[in-house]
C-alpha cells in the first residue's frame, strides 16, 4: 500500500512524496485517511514561508522546509498500538493536529470517535470547527446575545453556523468580499456586511440595538480589529481568534477599550485547560466530542458547506492558487482512491 504525502518542500514549492508506513506506538492509533481539510490562513501563511507561524515559535525567525500541515482530517482506524483500548480496527475518527497524509499514526488523544451517521466531510471539519467554539466560550456567550463574525474564511463561517447553533440572535458576519458575504447568508447569518462601508458600525448598532455583545475576529488584522471595536457594544467582549503575523497595531485602546470596558479574550485553539472543563474553558477533547455529537444530532448542519473536494493529484495546483492570494473556497482533499488503487 503506498502512503503519499502532501509536503511544502520550499517557499510556494508543494510535492507528493512517498513515505514509509508508519507502526503505531504506545498510545497510538494508525489512520487511514478519508478526508483532510485545507485551512487557507494557516496554510497559506506555512507555503509562503511567513514568520511566526507556530504559538511557540521564535519571533521572525526564519522559516524551515520542508514543512508538512494539515491539522484537521477523519478516516478509518488501521491498526492501534498499546494501551490503546478506546478504539479499535475499523472506528470511524476524526483527527486533531494530524496531517495531509495518507496513513498517519496520531495519539489517541487527538482522535476522536465519531457517533454513527457523521460524514467524513464533517468529521474532518472537527478540529478546524472546535477553534470558532472555544473562542465563543471563552467571552462567555450567553442565549440570545448578538454575535459579529469578521471575516468568512473557513473558521468564519463555521464560527456562523456554531454561533446560530448556540442561540445568536442576530448573528452578523461582516466580510469586503461579496460572494463571502452571500455565502454567510446561506450558512444562516442574519445579516452580512461589508466592514469597509461608511455606515458599517452603526448597521451594527441598528441590528442589534447598540452594538454587539460578543464579536469573534478570525481575520487577525489589525484594520478589521479597529472596524470590529467600532460595532462592539459597551462591556462587550471580542475574541481574538485570528492568529496575527506581527505585533506592530495601531488601535486606540484607551477610547475603543478602557473606555467602553470592552474585554479582548486571546483565542488560540493552545489556549485551553489539559483537563478536566469548566465554565468558559473547555479542553479540546470535550470541544470535540460536543461538535460531532451536535453534528450528528443535526444541530450544526453541513451539508454543502465544502465547496471543492479535490484528489491528492491536484494538490500542487491547489496550492499554487493559495499561494496567488486572494478569496479561497472551502477546500478538502479525498483520498479514498488512493487506497482504493
Not at 522559516?63 to 478509518?76: E, N
Not at 459579529?148 to 452578523?172: D, H, N
Not at 488584522?221 to 496575527?244: Q, S
Not at 453541513?302 to 491536484?314: C, K, M, Q, R, S
Request: hydrophobic letters at 45%; charged letters at 20%; one cysteine or more.
Amino acid at each position: 500500500m503506498l502512503n503519499p504525502n502532501i509536503v511544502f518542500t520550499a517557499p510556494r514549492v508543494t510535492e507528493i512524496i512517498e513515505k514509509p508506513i508508519p507502526s503505531p506506538g504506545v498510545g497510538e492509533v494508525l489512520v487511514r485517511t478519508v478526508r483532510s481539510c485545507l485551512s487557507a490562513g494557516t496554510e497559506r501563511g506555512n507555503l509562503l514561508g511567513e514568520p511566526n507561524m507556530g504559538l511557540h515559535s521564535v519571533k521572525d525567525a526564519p522559516a524551515v522546509f520542508p514543512r508538512q500541515l494539515g491539522y484537521s482530517a477523519a478516516g478509518i482506524v488501521e491498526a492501534v498500538g498499546e494501551g490503546v483500548v478506546s478504539l479499535k480496527t475499523g472506528d470511524h475518527v476524526a483527527m486533531s493536529y494530524s496531517q495531509h497524509a495518507a496513513l498517519q499514526c496520531r495519539p489517541v488523544d487527538f482522535t476522536y470517535l465519531m457517533p454513527d451517521g457523521v460524514p467524513f466531510e464533517a468529521g474532518a471539519l472537527t478540529h478546524i470547527a472546535i477553534m470558532p467554539m472555544q473562542a465563543l466560550r471563552k467571552c462567555r456567550f450567553e442565549f440570545g446575545e448578538s454575535v459579529l463574525v469578521v471575516g468568512q474564511g473557513i473558521l468564519g463561517q463555521l464560527a456562523v453556523k456554531i454561533a446560530r447553533a448556540a442561540g445568536a440572535a442576530p448573528v452578523i458576519a461582516a466580510d469586503p468580499v461579496p460572494a463571502k458575504r452571500e455565502r454567510a447568508l446561506a450558512l444562516g447569518a442574519d445579516l452580512a456586511l461589508d466592514p469597509g462601508a461608511a455606515d458599517f458600525a452603526e448597521r451594527v448598532k441598528e441590528a442589534t440595538g447598540g452594538g454587539a455583545r460578543v464579536v469573534i475576529e478570525v481575520t487577525g488584522v489589525d484594520r478589521a480589529l479597529d472596524t470590529a471595536l467600532d460595532a462592539v457594544a459597551r462591556f462587550g467582549r471580542v475574541a481574538l481568534l485570528g492568529c496575527t503575523r506581527r505585533s506592530e497595531f495601531a488601535i486606540d485602546f484607551y477610547r475603543k477599550v478602557h473606555g467602553r470596558g470592552v474585554t479582548l479574550v486571546g483565542a488560540h485553539n493552545q489556549a485551553r485547560p489539559e483537563h478536566d472543563s469548566s465554565p468558559g474553558w473547555w479542553t479540546r477533547n470535550d470541544d470535540a466530542f460536543a461538535y460531532l455529537r451536535m453534528v450528528s444530532l443535526g444541530r450544526i448542519d453541513l451539508t454543502g458547506f465544502i465547496e471543492e473536494v479535490h484528489p491528492i493529484a491536484d494538490a500542487p495546483a491547489v496550492y499554487t492558487r493559495l499561494a496567488a492570494g486572494g478569496p479561497f473556497p472551502t477546500v478538502q482533499f479525498n483520498w479514498k482512491a488512493n487506497h482504493e488503487q
